[in-house]
């Protein structure tokens, strides 16, 4: 590897950083070669390291609920697809669930290294059983906040690709409608292009306000988009 011309720290930063090239390596694919380089001069990957969090999606969470306000001191959080941890990083410490009165639930099939406020699951969020699993680590079986960040692995066939993360959404968001108090929050992955109209119907029926939303970590040439829906009407509707 060399370095190259110099460019501006990410978030919290004032550091300058140099840009780093990757040079392809023998039995590396060219498309493993360019993640490698993006990561290596990702400022919001330079900057979860410095601030000691667990992967840069962490600033996305933030930056949604710097804005939103969804993630309130005593509120009980249920993170789907938690791996490796940053989404219930940042809540377990605006909710106060690490010395305070919040609580923040999470699960994934992959390890997640333990986090202080965070009560884990190791378990497929689609397996039987899972769901009940989280709820009995509620306090009262409830939740304030559903948040996922689950992604089906990507096969390269943007249609299938599309369908796995919407049936993702889909079951989380139905979770969401069974756990959620009145006045709770959803906030979920999809994709542009974007969420599909019955998953859409499902959270306008249920929610007062439901909006996409592109975090600025989210990046750029990413299809990537969030769904936050708020003001969760209660079971009944």
């Given at each position: 590897?060399?370095?190259?011309?110099?460019?501006?720290?990410?978030?919290?930063?004032?550091?300058?950083?140099?840009?780093?090239k990757?040079?392809?390596?023998?039995?590396?694919?060219?498309?493993?070669?360019?993640w490698?380089?993006?990561?290596?001069?990702?400022?919001?990957?330079?900057?979860?390291?410095?601030?000691?969090?667990?992967?840069r999606?962490?600033?996305?969470?933030?930056?949604?609920?710097?804005?939103?306000?969804?993630?309130?001191?005593?509120?009980?959080?249920?993170?789907?697809?938690a791996?490796?941890?940053?989404?219930?990083?940042?809540?377990?410490?605006?909710?106060?669930?690490?010395?305070?009165?919040?609580?923040?639930?999470?699960?994934?099939?992959?390890?997640?290294?333990?986090?202080?406020?965070?009560?884990?699951?190791?378990?497929?969020?689609?397996?039987?059983?899972?769901?009940?699993?989280?709820?009995?680590?509620?306090?009262?079986?409830?939740?304030?906040?559903?948040?996922?960040?689950?992604?089906?692995?990507?096969?390269g066939?943007?249609?299938?690709?599309?369908?796995?993360?919407?049936?993702?959404?889909?079951?989380?968001?139905?979770?969401?409608?069974?756990?959620?108090?009145?006045?709770?929050?959803?906030?979920?992955?999809?994709?542009?292009?974007?969420?599909?109209?019955t998953?859409?119907?499902?959270?306008?029926?249920?929610?007062?306000?439901?909006?996409?939303?592109?975090?600025?970590?989210?990046r750029?040439?990413?299809?990537?988009?969030y769904?936050l829906?708020?003001?969760?009407?209660g079971?009944?509707?």
């Amino acid at each position: 590897m060399k370095d190259k011309k110099a460019g501006r720290s990410g978030p919290g930063g004032g550091q300058r950083l140099l840009h780093t090239k990757v040079k392809t390596a023998r039995g590396r694919k060219l498309s493993s070669t360019r993640w490698l380089e993006r990561q290596l001069n990702d400022p919001y990957v330079a900057a979860a390291k410095h601030e000691g969090l667990r992967s840069r999606a962490a600033f996305k969470i933030q930056e949604m609920d710097d804005k939103y306000k969804f993630l309130k001191r005593g509120a009980v959080v249920v993170d789907l697809g938690a791996a490796p941890g940053g989404w219930s990083q940042v809540a377990a410490e605006r909710c106060k669930a690490i010395s305070g009165p919040g609580q923040v639930a999470a699960i994934d099939y992959l390890d997640v290294e333990a986090l202080p406020g965070v009560d884990f699951i190791k378990m497929d969020f689609m397996e039987d059983g899972a769901e009940e699993a989280l709820m009995a680590l509620l306090k009262d079986g409830r939740a304030d906040v559903v948040m996922s960040d689950m992604a089906a692995p990507t096969v390269g066939h943007q249609r299938t690709d599309h369908l796995r993360i919407i049936a993702l959404a889909e079951a989380a968001a139905d979770f969401a409608c069974r756990i959620l108090r009145p006045g709770g929050v959803f906030v979920c992955k999809v994709f542009q292009g974007g969420t599909e109209q019955t998953l859409l119907d499902v959270l306008k029926r249920n929610f007062r306000t439901v909006r996409h939303v592109k975090p600025p970590a989210s990046r750029k040439d990413s299809a990537e988009l969030y769904v936050l829906a708020t003001g969760f009407r209660g079971s009944d509707a």
